[in-house]
């Protein structure tokens, strides 16, 4: 079971993906170092999840194309 933290940021990196496609890990990037300047630490963990999440799916993307070729 997700908790609301884990559940908003696999949404926003879902809505990043669909948005930006492969620029999706650089507008996480800059919303992190935003919030980071605005001292928003809570928020910059966030984004920094929703980059680890997004590493992760195109990680597997790459697995994926590699086992289908």
Known sequence: ???DDERRARQEAHWL???FGAEAPLYAAMKAEKAIEQKDFGR???WKRVLE???DSG???LRR???AK
């Open 1 to 3: 079971m997700l908790d």
């Open 17 to 19: 993906v669909k948005e």
């Open 44 to 46: 910059c963990a966030r």
């Open 53 to 55: 999440i997004l590493a």
């Open 59 to 61: 990680s597997a993307r």
């Open 65 to 67: 194309s590699a086992a």
